[in-house]
């Protein structure tokens, strides 16, 4: 029965993996980093072949193998090393199984594991940045270097897509977007923020990377199923008895193998270019219209379509998609000049007459002020309408100009910023200047000030320690704020009050995402979600977040 409790843990905590979802959006895929100039046209001379990427995860080797190459019990441990890292990852175990792989990747697998290098370090500085948000280890870098070599377009038997190597399954539950248009697995970006979330999770699970890494290779089920059958969490003796498979045995010592070979990449003759990883810290993403072909975009912006489709690996076509939940962001070179971007209307499918008509009687039942509005007394002096129907080829700077507003004073009318995109049909509020002035401070304010502090209700699993993490804090502090003494009951839904904060509220604008709201307010994005209940990172203008304004 000892082994009861702990499954019921661990089964309850698998439940909850469904929530943790994340939208590309770590949007760490819109923050720009400082980095030299590039030569673009370099990255698109870089090769595409991703075949053969699966090498490394499907090799397996078999005890009589390590033994004949090695001598010995293959998981006898020789050595211990105690990690001295904040964040402790795998124990750096020296076995003969681990030896044998690093022989594996300095000798018959050279020129692969180079390969492999060579993609890896091009990623690593975004990889590292958004493992160090998230308060992972940065060595879990490696696991996506062993499953596919960092390949972005990196496809396996299994269906499993992209650098993390993420079956749909997985990749739907943590908000990746898969469809025809486009597959958000191949996104460095995205999907890094997702396999964050999911490591996060087999580690909330298990309380062992090793044990998490075993499930990310063979699913969290299978391994929850052996520990209960075979009476332990060890991960070395679920390895030596055979208990776990073949591929999940040899899984960590290649980690560690990886690890140690990259350590000392010199004296195995390896070379980590780096300068690769400037092409990706150089970009930036802008709102794009929805099914634009790369080519009209490319000629618009003045760069290669094959730079686009570069760029954006997780477009399955040369286009950007038809349908997509909110507005795209396509990367493009962070020097680009986009100003063309600002009132550019997204193509939109021809409605019959008849269409029309009964949108029409729709908003005149959902929003009858609107056309009271457009009736309002008239003067023999012509006047501007109170409103305006978007028509094709419309902007706001061109609605603004014909009716002797300026584009800013148009859009605080209508809860818009000046970049605003408009679509066909789409009602316009249209006011004289005075009125607009009388509204201009109003319409700036984004926060609303508050003067009680952040309080947080603990979710199942959750202890003071994973919110003090989150919200940059320490157990003592909580401790003290709330009261907490040794023999203090904490359960689901206890309410926590997070000291020296302030609480706020946010209007969400424009091209807002969550990385930047939560690093403009000093939160981790994921106590921002976690605080607001967001089950996805996808945010729409005028949502209102719970901030901190200290």
Known sequence: MKFALPLILLISACAQMKGHVTKGSSKEAKVQMDSADVVWSDLEKLEDDDTETHALVDTVASNDQITAAEGGDPDQAEEVEESKSQRPFLKKIKTKRVKFWVNYFTEKQRDRFQRFLNNGMMYRPIIEKILDEEGLPRELFFVGLIESGYYLGAH?????????????GTAHRYGLVMNRDLDERRDIFKATQAAAQYFKDLHNIFSSWELALAAYNSGEYGVIRRI????????????????????????????????????????????????????????????APKGANLTTLGKRLRLSPTLLVKLNPELRGKRTPRAFPGSYQLRIPADKHTAWMETLVAEEPQVSPRVKELEVLRDRVLHPERHVAAVAKMTPKKIAPRVHRVKRGETLSLIAARNNMTLKQIALMNDMTVKSKIRIGQIIKLHKDDEVKVRTAASKRVVKVQTSPLVYKLQRGETLTDVARWFNTSVEALKSANKITKGSQLHVGHKVKIPETRRGTYTVRPGDYLIKIAQKFGLNQTALMKLNNLKRQSLYAGQRLVVNLE
């Open 228 to 287: 209960t059958k075979y009476k332990t969490r060890d991960y070395y003796q679920l390895s030596r008895n055979k208990q776990i498979p073949a591929e999940t045995i040899n899984y960590v010592p290649k980690v560690l193998a990886a690890m140690y070979v990259v350590e000392n990449a010199e004296k195995y003759g390896f070379k980590l270019p780096k300068e690769n990883a400037r092409f990706w810290q150089k970009t930036k993403t802008i709102v």
């Open 156 to 168: 396996s038997h299994a269906s499993a897509v992209g650098p993390w190597q993420f079956i749909r």
